[in-house]
């Protein structure tokens, strides 16, 4: 039989948000309330830098329709950071503000840093002897946690780039002869999802409607090659629509644009450029127009073209770490499972948070085409049911209206805490 844990709860967001991240929150918000063993429910402000500086809000006392409105709120409603836990004092600091708020349960909704963060935290608890159940929250658009079949976030990321390319196509249509290249660049550090999920922008019936050509982390790229299909392309084609992701890396593997100067937290290289790049290539190289454009923070705020299904199972997700932190569960975080038969479904479980933490997972080789810049069916099949529903929106004088939370700050037990630099 479980051993019943009694104390307050503690969740907080991390990384970049997506548009459906609230959506979790307000998963686990919602399942918290339904269980007498958390009695408090807390929110940390900016992820663990604001849990650092005993920032937290009390979330039990927002009202029923700020809870609800997060489902289509996009951003951190609490807030997000970068901020890498490095010392042993950061570590400590975290275990005394539990203690001082006698957090038990700890949800954290992030990456693949976020989920080592919380597994390192939970290991110094027991270390401690500190009774303390950490269930991470899958969150990336970028959809490369392993041992999930794919994260809250993505869908909707996906399906707001392929609506924009069908309009971006639609306004190339009308000004390519056949010397026109529109370049779209997206998100996707190591892995290339997100540039994938831009084939379903392409018309079941026209196989060579845009996107013509997609640009992938797990393929090598080749100017020479780039050059020899954008030529083909328009040979056939008023105009030739390019998606690259933002972390394309040349035959050596490196990154074909980024800012060596620049790092976060974590080591990462900033990226940004290659669609300029691309760009520049074909500007240089035939005799055509090219133009590029940077979705940037834009995709993964799109609320206005979420996916219902993401929606649906970002709170899913939240609700499923409440429950199997108070079943006794700990050290996991929650994954998506999908059902086997024709219809699609999709259920919850767990998996170790040291599986997660630090791991990415590639777009199987399979889903590409030969070509290397287009993907087949079973990519389709895969991602066409992640992006069905749209999230209703209220408006009001022709302008979306997104929520705020109060947050009403818990009262400080500890002193002042200085962050590393």
């Not at 500007?283 to 996916?307: D, P, T, Y």
């Amino acid at each position: 039989m479980t051993e019943i844990l009694n104390g307050n709860c503690l969740v907080a967001q991390s990384g970049g948000p997506t548009s459906v991240i609230n959506s979790s929150l307000a998963g686990v918000i919602t399942e918290a309330l339904n269980h007498e063993c958390i009695e408090e429910i807390y929110g940390g402000l900016n992820g663990v830098q604001g849990i650092l500086q005993e920032q937290l809000v009390d979330l039990a006392s927002e009202t029923q329709q700020n809870i609800r409105g997060l489902r289509y709120t996009p951003g951190a409603a609490l807030g997000t950071c970068r901020y890498k836990l490095k010392s042993e004092a950061d570590f400590e600091r975290v275990l005394q503000v539990f203690e001082a708020h006698n957090i038990r349960f700890f949800f954290y909704a992030g990456g693949n840093d976020s989920q080592d963060t919380a597994d390192k935290i939970s290991k110094l608890a027991q270390k401690k002897g500190y009774a303390l159940r950490v269930i991470g929250v899958p969150k990336t658009i970028d959809n490369d946690l392993v041992t999930t079949d794919h994260t809250p976030g993505y869908g909707s990321v996906i399906k707001h780039i392929s609506t924009t390319i069908r309009e971006v196509a639609c306004d190339n249509s009308g000004m390519g002869q056949h010397d026109l290249v529109q370049v779209v660049e997206v998100m996707g550090r190591s892995a290339g999802w997100i540039a994938a999920g831009a084939s379903l922008a392409k018309y079941k019936d026209d196989p060579n409607s845009a996107p013509h050509l997609i640009y992938l982390p797990e393929v090598p790229f080749s100017k020479e090659k780039y050059i020899e299909d954008v030529t083909r392309v328009l040979k056939k084609e008023k105009f030739c629509l390019v998606v690259v992701g933002e972390g394309l890396v040349d035959a050596d593997g490196n990154y074909v644009s980024t800012d060596s100067t620049s790092a976060d937290a974590f080591g990462h290289s900033q990226l940004g450029g290659a669609g300029e790049y691309l760009r520049s290539l074909a500007e240089e190289n035939l005799s055509v127009k090219a133009r590029s454009i940077k979705l940037g923070m834009a995709q993964r705020a799109a609320v206005n073209c979420a996916s219902k299904a993401d929606s649906d199972e970002a709170f899913m997700a939240g609700q499923a770490a409440v429950k199997a932190a108070v079943e006794g569960k700990t050290d996991q975080m929650v994954i998506l499972v999908r059902g086997e038969g024709d219809t699609y479904a999709c259920e919850t479980a767990l998996a170790p948070l040291s599986e997660i933490a630090n791991g990415v997972k590639l777009l199987p080789e399979s889903w590409i085409n030969e070509d290397g810049v287009s993907m087949n069916y079973n990519f389709i099949k895969y991602a066409l049911p992640l992006i069905q529903g749209e999230v209703e929106v209220p408006f009001e004088n022709g302008m979306p209206q997104y929520i705020e939370l109060k947050k009403i700050y818990a009262d400080k037990q500890l002193p002042a805490y200085t962050l590393n630099s």
